[in-house]
């Protein structure tokens, strides 16, 4: 049973490029978020999503973020007009069971963006 | 709304000796926690997790955590390190509102060991 994959795991895109992170969850598993880590942060937890919806985008910021993760094929986070801001390790985690407090949560290896 | 202090930045144990991770949190209900553990450029792997069952967690590669609510605290110890304990540890709360399995990462501690 494969982990969950991101891709690619390293980005350089340069200021005003699009910047498109992968994500395929672990097999079974059908709950996606999305973590960013900022240099010298902990991981802030950006958005939760389910096939076809999204539950929870409280961390989202407001402008130039989307994330999806479509019926069929991974979880799609997209960033546009990337700014130098935006470099940070991006996370895919999930999680096989329904929502509840101590799920265990399931991490990829990250994608590392830097935007020049 | 819950939050997690990890109460230092940086710790440094010669091989051999004991790990002390200390962290402290603040939730509202009864929490779940876990730590989590990231080697350089690499994904975050779980160490152990706290879902109130046994107050004294064990995890993975000798370590465990100790519940204690009294103290709102969740150290992370290992009797011995190892050169390969050497990494960045995120002590984690899990929420019980809202989107439940939301994490809430603590802002790490970098462990070094020393020869």
């Known amino acids: 049973n494969a982990g969950v994959m991101q891709n690619p795991r390293h980005l350089v895109r340069r200021r005003g490029q699009e910047a498109r992170l992968r994500c395929s969850p672990m097999k079974g598993h059908s709950h996606v978020y999305w973590y960013r880590q900022l240099p010298e942060e902990g991981l802030k937890f950006m958005v939760y999503l389910q096939k076809e919806n999204i539950i929870d985008e409280s961390g989202m910021p407001k402008e130039r973020f989307s994330a999806e993760f479509p019926k069929e094929g991974p979880s799609i986070l997209r960033i546009q007009q990337v700014v130098r801001g935006d470099s940070a390790a991006y996370f895919c985690?999930?999680?096989?069971?329904?929502?509840?407090?101590?799920?265990?949560?399931?991490f990829g290896e990250g994608s590392w963006l830097t935007v020049v | 709304a819950q939050s997690v202090t990890q109460l230092d930045s940086h710790v440094s144990v010669s091989e051999g000796t004991p790990v002390l991770l200390r962290c402290n949190y603040s939730s509202s209900y009864s929490p779940s926690l876990f730590w989590y553990v990231q080697h350089p450029n690499k994904g975050l792997q779980l160490l152990l997790k706290?879902?109130?069952?046994?107050?004294l967690v064990k995890g993975i590669n000798g370590f465990e955590a100790e519940f204690k609510k009294s103290e709102t605290s969740f150290h992370l110890t290992k009797p011995s390190a190892h050169m390969s304990d050497a990494a960045e540890y995120f002590c984690v709360v899990s929420g019980t509102t809202g989107t439940a399995s939301k994490l809430t990462f603590g802002t790490g501690t970098r462990l070094q060991v020393t020869l």
């Open positions: 985690a999930s999680s096989p069971l329904g929502e509840r407090p101590g799920n265990t949560i399931y």
């Open positions: 706290y879902t109130s069952a046994a107050t």
